[in-house]
């Protein structure tokens, strides 16, 4: 997306506004769905249908004239008859557009959901490098204009565009047959003077267009991202700093809406000027030919009505140019994420993981997020099924990669990861999460209710399933204690919960998947001791028997592994147990006594009474 303030400055480009139409078509003529191209070739006949009653109406009114000034029409009520018959014909018309709206208005829905569908699905596969770059407000902007310029698009070309061009052809053959070539000459040329002066006036608007919605999609952006952070804006009294950063965005949103409706009333007034150029040219046309008699008062009576006829929708066509390249800029947005490439896609054919006992290995993997920064060198590491490793290392050592790495958010630079045996990038990606559960260090929860949450391991599920899952992560009496039971609300990313609450529920639903591969990634490095025992207590018990990797920052979570893997700027410094490990007196031997160290050294400080914690104070100060 392009950023604010760096519109592009360039109007759509004709192959563009085809890719977007080529996209869309599809969708007006959809497979395997017989009912909808049936509406779709009713519409048509009626289209046509309302078209030909409508370029009627004005010939009734011309007899109708006509009859007026003959007595023997007089006598017989030919008058009459004819202006009931104009009357009908217009309400025909009208009828038969309103029903062609109507028949047609399902295929139009169903191609705007379609489309909106297939955006909505990519985005999920497109991949994490990606959505940790993007602002959901900005995306959410771009998905919500683009539907909305989709059903623009789609309507106004179906209702709109496509009829008043057939009326258009109708009119200028009726007008030359009925009076002279002149007629149909000069009104084909207020119409493409009319056409050609919209064309060009709205190539510009489009750049307008695109600077207002790059202005109005930062606004959103920073007004959601502020409120998602609400807290944070809270702590620091950044209120008017996050006011002022809204208003800067809204006001070049501002000037680019005011620029943008200034070239619309250019716009206006040009297309009326035209419009009217041409109706007195060709009623000056008509009147002269009443003086000289080769026309009748009818003739020139039915020229006016052809040419009023014809205003309102012309004029509406100009309305229409402009919605759809409206949406279409809108839609260039939302098609540019449509095709942006799966970064992690699965390979043609890829089989699902095949079952197995849960056996994990990394093989001399390397990996890197940018090509100058490498972030695993060589790492090779065995979880064996039913075992349990854990790893270990300073931050930014590399741990939480191998997660991501697993999950296959990423694929490696070098080296394999398998399952039983199976290369990971081998099968689909599907399957592959499908085995593996993880209980994240900042758990995330829906705005939902807490059996929406637990529910979401596997949804579908019974509810006396996911009140088993909470007994087991042992949440399910807090949860029936509260005034609303499982249909609590948890609030924006779960607010409403405490941390160890939060990390219950994650475990929760993370028992409910019932995968055979768990991953523990620092899942209790942000609680109080008190509650991270109660939480490693569930831990242990729900990866019973199961293959379990852990990455961990607190050494005292992993003292039971069977292997603990010490990492060391993307390199593996150390491997074995606890016991090996501190014997060898090396890098995790010395992580281990400092953290001892802090931990006595926070607990003294706890211990301590306040006069001789302000007497140190004192002391360290003189």
Do not use: C
Not at 110 to 115: H, I, P, S, Y
Not at 122 to 136: A, K, N, P
Not at 395 to 412: E, N, P
Not at 458 to 484: C, M, N, Q, Y
């Amino acid at each position: 997306m392009n950023p604010p303030g760096n519109a592009v400055k360039t109007p759509i480009k004709p192959t563009d506004a085809w890719k977007v139409i080529r996209i869309v078509l599809p969708h007006l003529w959809p497979r395997n769905a017989p009912e909808l191209r049936l509406r779709v070739l009713v519409g048509a006949v009626l289209l046509v249908a309302a078209k030909v009653t409508n370029v009627g109406v004005p010939v009734f009114y011309k007899h109708a004239v006509d009859s007026l000034s003959n007595p023997l029409a007089q006598a017989v009520a030919v008058p009459i008859l004819l202006l009931v018959a104009y009357g009908l014909a217009r309400v025909t018309a009208q009828a038969f557009g309103e029903l062609r709206d109507a028949i047609f208005a399902k295929v139009a829905q169903r191609a705007v959901r379609n489309l909106a569908l297939r955006t909505f699905d990519h985005l999920h596969r497109l991949s994490l490098r990606f959505h940790l770059e993007r602002q959901t407000g900005g995306l959410s902007r771009v998905i919500e204009r683009g539907t909305q310029g989709m059903s623009f698009v789609i309507s106004f070309m179906t209702f709109n565009i496509i009829p008043t061009v057939l009326e258009i052809a109708m009119v200028a053959g009726v007008m030359w047959f009925l009076f002279d070539w002149r007629f149909s000459l000069v009104t084909m040329a207020a119409i493409l003077g009319y056409v050609v002066f919209t064309v060009q006036l709205s190539a510009w608007r489009s750049m307008l267009v695109r600077r207002m919605n790059d202005s109005d999609t930062d606004a959103n952006a920073k007004a959601i991202d502020s409120l998602l952070n609400y807290e944070t804006v809270k702590y620091f009294g950044n209120e008017q700093h996050e006011a002022a950063r809204f208003d800067v965005a809204r006001q070049r949103y501002e000037r680019a809406a005011v620029r943008s409706r200034i070239s619309l009333s250019v716009l206006n007034v040009g297309q009326g000027a035209i419009i009217s150029l041409g109706l007195v040219v060709v009623m000056a046309m008509a009147g002269q030919g009443v003086i000289d008699k080769t026309m009748t008062l009818g003739d020139f009576v039915a020229v006016n009505a052809f040419l009023i006829q014809l205003y309102q929708p012309l004029n509406m066509l100009g309305f229409a140019f402009r919605e759809i390249r409206d949406g279409l800029v809108n839609m260039e947005k939302m098609f540019d994420l449509l095709q942006m490439p799966e970064e992690v896609a699965d390979k043609p054919g890829a089989p699902p993981l095949a079952a197995g006992p849960g056996a994990v290995t990394f093989e001399h993997v390397n990996f890197r997020y940018e090509a100058d920064r490498q972030i695993l060198h060589d790492v090779s590491l065995a979880v064996p099924p039913g075992h349990t490793v854990a790893i270990v290392g300073p931050s930014g050592a590399g741990k939480s990669t191998i997660s991501r790495i697993l999950y296959r958010f990423y694929d490696v630079a070098g080296g394999r990861v398998r399952i039983d045996g199976q290369d990971i990038r081998d099968v689909t990606q599907k399957s592959l999460r499908a085995a593996i559960g993880i209980v994240p260090q900042d758990t995330v929860l829906f705005n939902d209710t807490v059996y929406y949450n637990i529910a979401y391991g596997r949804p579908g599920t019974t509810r006396d399933e996911v009140e088993e899952a909470a007994r087991l992560a042992r949440i399910h009496d807090f949860i029936v204690s509260l005034p609303k039971g499982y249909e609590t609300m948890v609030g924006e990313r779960g607010l409403k919960l405490s941390g160890g609450e939060k990390q219950r529920v994650a475990i929760a639903r993370t028992i409910l998947k019932n995968p055979r591969i768990l991953l523990f990634d620092e899942a209790t490095s942000a609680l109080d001791t008190r509650t991270e025992q109660e939480i490693l207590a569930s831990l242990r018990e729900v990866s019973r028997g199961r293959t379990t990797l852990v990455i961990a920052h607190r050494l005292s979570t992993v003292i039971d592994s069977d292997e603990i893997v010490v990492l060391m700027a993307g390199r593996v410094a150390e491997r074995g147990s606890h016991a090996a490990l501190l014997a060898r007196n090396g890098v995790y031997a010395d992580m281990w006594r400092r953290q001892q160290e802090a931990a006595a050294e926070a607990a003294r400080k706890v211990e301590e009474p306040p006069s001789l914690r302000a007497e140190g104070h004192l002391a360290a100060a003189q």
